[in-house]
């Protein structure tokens, strides 16, 4: 018999917490791993593979893994298995699409086409400009209100719904506030797609305590103002008591590292910025005479220096390091790529818990819809290659 939520959720904080000692360190902080003593020769296979080996294994980590002889791969793989709800591509007319980014408009239809709609009102959550509100409206010849803090993307959003003649209201409204309950209900749906961390927790805890229907694309769980994670459901707090692991911030980050969908340019600059750090890693624990990871900034995209050398003294001026004459940069610069190479397959480790770290804060989401008594179904909206946060979290309340 399959499993059913609650205990898919207890195997995988069991097995979450077993091996965190392999899925917790980061390799670009580390010049050698600490669990090479307890997994000896994982590093050393790893270290081996072929770039082709590195991208299969990164794009499908739980298929014919050599890391099998040393992680539960398979009982991974078969914990994170998930319904497949996705939609047939452009179900909806490319018109309603105008104005919104082709990848997106792809999501909205994916996403829009697996919400149910009943006699009571539609509510989108986070709603921005309201897309999904709007394809919403069309999809079911339904009024929709869409609730959006900023004002200037309420007004930009209700003048582009106007002028298409729907029945859509953006509303101006921080969810995080205590006036945000006003607008659930028993009988309203309220659809959220890749609300974040807060914003989306907020919304199942009052959907929780007033009944209030839910379809729910998480995203980014690490936005968040609590530092450690506090699991929203009864059982996920109960089994943090008994256990040994205290998710962290950064752990949470984990669970939405992916990459896939990135453009090609989007990917060569993030690895060339991550050769330079890991090249100037390598030097500044050879200046300070410290052999420890030293945080940099990050950049905003298209701001990284001209050269390596630039980069150098840009990261050495922000932490305060001067850097002596004559350094070999070509030499560093070599050797961050080099470590690049490493640290991307020493990376597979973490690669392998990403999906089970995100299912199991799905459940935990999921649980305390259950606990309300609600019925809830978890599976996925669309393909992975069109968003790696392809999760869909149903309820209906009792």
């Not at 959720?9 to 791993?33: D, I």
């Not at 104005?99 to 919400?115: H, L, N, P």
Request: glycine share 8%.
């Amino acid at each position: 018999m399959p499993l059913s939520h609650a205990q898919r959720f207890q195997r995988l904080t069991a097995l979450l917490a077993e091996w965190q000692a392999l899925w917790r360190p980061l390799p670009f902080q580390h010049r050698e791993m600490p669990w090479r003593g307890r997994a000896a020769g994982l590093a050393d296979t790893l270290l081996a593979l072929p770039d082709d080996a590195v991208d299969r294994l990164q794009a499908a980590p739980f298929e014919d893994s050599p890391l099998a002889a040393w992680l539960p791969v398979d009982e991974l793989a078969a914990l994170v298995a998930l319904p497949s709800g996705a939609s047939p591509a452009s179900a909806l007319p490319d018109d309603w699409g105008e104005g919104i980014g082709a990848r997106k408009w792809r999501q909205i239809q994916a996403f829009a086409s697996r919400v149910p709609v009943g006699e009571g009102e539609l509510v989108e959550w986070c709603a921005g400009k309201g897309h999904l509100g709007r394809t919403l409206a069309r999809l079911h010849r339904r009024p929709v209100t869409g609730l959006e803090w900023q004002p200037s993307l309420c007004e930009a959003g209700q003048d582009r719904a106007d002028r298409q003649g729907l029945t859509v209201r953006l509303q101006p409204q921080d969810v995080m506030a205590t006036d945000a309950a006003r607008w659930l209900a028993p009988g309203v749906r309220v659809a959220a797609l890749h609300a974040c961390g807060d914003l989306h927790g907020r919304l199942l805890s009052l959907a929780a305590a007033t009944g209030t229907a839910v379809s729910l694309a998480p995203c980014c769980y690490h936005r968040t103002a609590a530092a450690d994670y506090r699991p929203l459901s009864r059982q996920g707090r109960e089994l943090l008591a008994a256990g040994d692991w205290t998710p962290s911030r950064e752990d949470l980050a984990m669970a939405v590292q992916e990459t896939v969908t990135a453009p090609r340019g989007v990917r060569r600059h993030r690895e060339r910025a991550n050769a330079w750090r890991l090249g100037f890693d390598l030097l500044q624990r050879e200046v300070r005479q410290v052999d420890a990871y030293l945080p940099v900034p990050s950049l905003a995209y298209g701001k990284l220096p001209d050269g390596f050398a630039g980069f150098c003294h840009w990261a050495a001026e922000r932490k305060g390091l001067a850097l002596p004459a004559g350094l070999d940069w070509p030499a560093y610069e070599a050797a961050g790529w080099r470590r690049l190479a490493a640290v991307t397959r020493l990376e597979l480790v973490r690669h392998l818990f990403r999906r089970p770290l995100e299912i199991w804060l799905a459940l935990d989401r999921v649980r305390l819809l259950e606990e309300a008594g609600f019925r809830v179904a978890l599976a996925t909206f669309c393909e992975r290659d069109l968003t790696p946060r392809n999760l869909l979290i149903e309820a209906t309340p009792p």
